[in-house]
T-cell receptor
């Protein structure tokens, strides 16, 4: 199983809503990542979890709250978002072994109204 | 931290033309290198990757890339492009040694438009 599964694939929310994006992998990877991608731009790193601990927060606004409940799951909790937060949110995982390949999910496309 | 530079932001080719997209990186240690493709409205797909060994790597859909260590380059090539190759192409690099602080860094991307 070499898949990273993200749900939902599409999400539309208002600025006062609270929602969550979910990411799951069963490859035994111990590093998990959230990236944000705007149209026609490269993915930008948001958060990195290593062994279930937050190791990198790229100065992301607090309206985005990551959570890593266990080694297979990664959540991104969303609250009071702005229309400019509309983007494709990508989850990825990586094995700590040498190699360095990140396995990406297909992404959750978020629209904030 | 590492950085990645892609030489061309937009490339326009006719079908059957040859393609070469430039990518240079900056980092003080050893890295793993990747090319990703993103078709319009779709998710990222891995085209090819270099970890070690033969510096000429072959990927999917007839793409190949050559790692030239002395030039810190990892250029993507295809002998004959097709209309279906129209997409955004991203070069990316990550330090080889794992740490909780090592991340995959992308170049700004090259939009390839292939006219039929």
């Amino acid at each position: 199983d070499t898949e990273v599964t993200q749900t939902p694939k599409h999400l539309v929310m208002g600025m006062t809503n609270k929602k969550s994006l979910k990411c799951e992998q069963h490859m035994g990877h111990r590093a998990m990542y959230w990236y944000k991608q705007k149209a026609k731009k490269p993915p930008e790193l948001m958060f990195v979890y290593s062994y279930e601990k937050l190791s990198i927060n790229e100065s992301v606004p607090s309206r985005f709250s990551p959570e890593c409940p266990n080694s297979s799951l990664l959540n991104l909790h969303l609250h009071a978002l702005q229309p400019e937060d509309s983007a494709l949110y990508l989850c990825a995982s990586r094995s700590p072994g040498a190699g360095g390949e990140l396995f990406f999910g297909e992404g959750s496309r978020l629209t904030v109204l | 931290a590492q950085s990645v530079s892609q030489h061309n932001h937009h490339v326009i080719l006719s079908e059957a033309a040859s393609l070469e997209l430039g990518c240079n990186y900056s980092y003080g240690g050893t890295v793993n290198l990747f090319w990703y493709v993103q078709y319009p409205g779709q998710h990222l797909q891995l085209l090819l990757k270099y970890f070690s060994g033969d510096p000429l790597v072959k990927g999917i859909k007839g793409f190949e890339a050559e790692f030239i260590k002395s030039k810190f380059s990892f250029n993507l090539r295809k002998p004959s492009v097709q209309w279906s190759d129209t997409a955004e192409y991203f070069c990316a690099v990550i330090p080889t040694l794992y740490s909780g602080y090592s991340t995959l860094t992308f170049g700004k991307g090259t939009m390839l438009l292939v006219s039929p």
